[in-house]
């Protein structure tokens, strides 16, 4: 067999890891890997905490250097160089020398292209001011880590994940932070209520949002920067972040005649093929199939990317070994101060766009034993194929224990799991780490009996009328500190001998604070004739009364 020629278009996590194990694989193989920057393999998700001083040493995110790729899989890196041109009727490259701005072609057997995706940065008048700042490599980390000095006004414009890290991160480092985001919520991939949770704990730590509002030029004044917005509102800045997403940089495959997606990114088969079989994709730039229903799905992550770079060397080295790449969830997780967030699978949106007919329930219960010390509410929803009962994607918000329920859904999905799966997952459990039913049984629980008709719930809450009566279980003296205005206060243990206080008649929408008395309550009722609703998530989701317990 000939030595095998592979050529390798930006490095990082997709393309690196493509490299290192086409390197374990053989020996022979001659890898050169083209990368723009001066940083081949950095810890690119990290960069927003050494901004904010939790990652107290740069060097750590300096996963490794051309000198160590070299020494340590005989890597031919090429940084500062940038690939121009594919000609792929020669199996050749155009590649400059930014340093020199010398050209020169290299021949290729196989070629991966990782070029990555970059920061959007729109067309706003004024966007060319030097206070004005993205994130995606190390040199944008020290050019922000350098500007922002505490005492200084920050505005993040946009809420997704970068934007909600770089929020905390600047506050910790001693900045004033405002948010700017075009959505009504921050991050739209969550939930509207539990995305509340993580507005609230911005607003606690003195972060101010601007929902709803978009920055329409940026003034530069004679000392500060002026962000104006759609409402006619200015927040002056000292610096401003850019964090409104990415886009595939896949200009180079595009010029080459590869074929892309409907969003640009480079369509690949399974085993990271483009439409060149003698050219791989991988990471942010391509799409990929949805793990749960088999569309296509394009999710800028470092752990796909780096999963699809080992995909794509196996299938050249390993031939019918090779396992393809099964596809991607999107599953992603987010700090903000004390509270987490995340989502695996599809959301409601996604399902809705779709057309899938699923359906959904959120609940809440303690991420320990709730008699154990430190007990920290966490609210997970999930949905499912509504036929099947197939677990389709999850979401989960609270202090602690977020990444755990996230990280069991993520593989409940991949498994194929059901919500009746759910109910008899056998977790980890003493009074420190779990419950004995976790919230995920009790998502299971509670999906089931949707699922059996045993209960009907209600994501929204109700205004009181003369069409549905609103019935508070909670105990008398919590219902009256904090009353509903409008609603019947029965406290469940009572209920049984009260049913002469409601009409028969009327529909009954059954509250508590997380759901769970209600519950009870709506079984009850049921069992009575009435025709009843139970409030999923009770009051706490529904941003209610959130200092009081059922």
Not at 206 to 214: C, N, P, S, V
């Amino acid at each position: 067999m000939k030595t095998q020629k592979l050529l390798v278009i930006g490095g990082v996590a997709a393309g690196a890891s493509f490299a290192a194990r086409a390197r374990r694989l053989s020996e022979q193989a001659q890898i050169t890997v083209i990368e723009r920057g001066p940083d081949v393999s950095f810890a690119n998700c990290g960069l927003p905490y050494y901004i904010g001083g939790e990652i107290p040493e740069r060097k750590s995110l300096a996963v490794q250097t051309a000198a160590s790729l070299k020494a340590m899989l005989n890597l031919d890196v090429r940084t500062r160089t940038e690939a121009i041109a594919i000609d792929r009727t020669a199996k050749r490259v155009l590649v400059r020398v930014l340093d020199s701005e010398k050209e020169e072609w290299l021949d290729y057997d196989r070629l991966m292209l990782s070029p990555g995706a970059a920061p959007v940065v729109p067309e706003t008048p004024g966007i060319d001011d030097p206070r004005i700042f993205t994130l995606r490599d190390l040199g944008d980390m020290d050019r922000i880590a350098a500007a922002a000095q505490p005492g200084m006004r920050a505005v993040v414009v946009g809420a997704g994940f970068i934007g909600l890290e770089m929020a905390e991160q600047l506050h910790r480092r001693g900045l004033t932070v405002e948010v700017v985001q075009i959505g009504q919520q921050v991050l739209s991939l969550l939930d509207a209520k539990l995305a509340g949770m993580l507005e609230d704990e911005l607003k606690n730590n003195h972060i101010d949002l601007h929902l709803g509002e978009q920055v329409v030029r940026f003034e530069s004044a004679e000392k500060e920067l002026l962000c104006h917005l759609t409402s006619g509102a200015v927040l002056p800045a000292d610096l401003v972040i850019m964090s409104i997403g990415v886009r595939p940089e896949s200009r180079l495959a595009k010029d080459a005649g590869l074929t892309l997606g409907e969003r640009g990114h480079i369509a690949v088969n399974d085993f990271m093929q483009t439409s060149d079989p003698d050219i791989y994709a991988a990471g942010d730039v391509v799409e990929t199939r949805e793990r749960t229903m088999g569309g296509q799905i394009a999710v800028p992550l470092g752990g796909p990317a780096n999963r699809q770079g080992r995909v794509a060397a196996d299938h050249i080295f390993l031939a019918e070994k090779a396992r393809p790449y099964p596809g991607s969830l999107g599953t992603a997780i987010v700090r903000v101060f004390e509270m987490t967030a995340g989502t695996t699978g599809f959301n409601e949106s996604g399902l809705k766009k779709s057309g899938i007919d699923y359906d959904t329930v959120t609940v809440r219960d303690f991420h320990h034993a709730s008699y154990y010390p430190g007990a920290k509410p966490l609210n997970l929803k999930i949905f499912w194929e509504k036929g099947s009962g197939r677990l389709l994607g999850a979401q989960a918000a609270g202090q602690e224990g977020v990444d755990k329920r996230l990280d069991v859904l993520a593989t409940a999905i991949t498994a194929k799991m059901h919500i009746d799966d759910l109910c008899h997952l056998e977790l980890a459990y003493a009074p420190p780490f779990g419950s004995a039913k976790d919230v995920i049984n009790i998502a299971g629980f509670t999906a089931t009996n949707m699922h059996d008709e045993l209960l009907e719930v209600t994501s929204d809450f109700p205004d009181a009328s003369a069409d549905v009566q609103l019935l508070d279980v909670r105990p008398n003296a919590i219902s009256n500190m904090t009353p509903v205005p409008g609603a019947i206060n029965i406290p469940y243990a009572a209920l049984r001998s009260n049913l002469d206080k409601l009409d028969p008649k009327k529909p009954v929408v059954a509250f508590c604070f997380v759901g769970k008395n209600s519950y009870f309550a709506s079984r009850l009722l049921a069992q009575h004739g009435f025709k009843v609703k139970s409030l999923a998530g009770g009051l706490s989701v529904n941003n209610r009364q959130k200092s009081i317990s059922c």
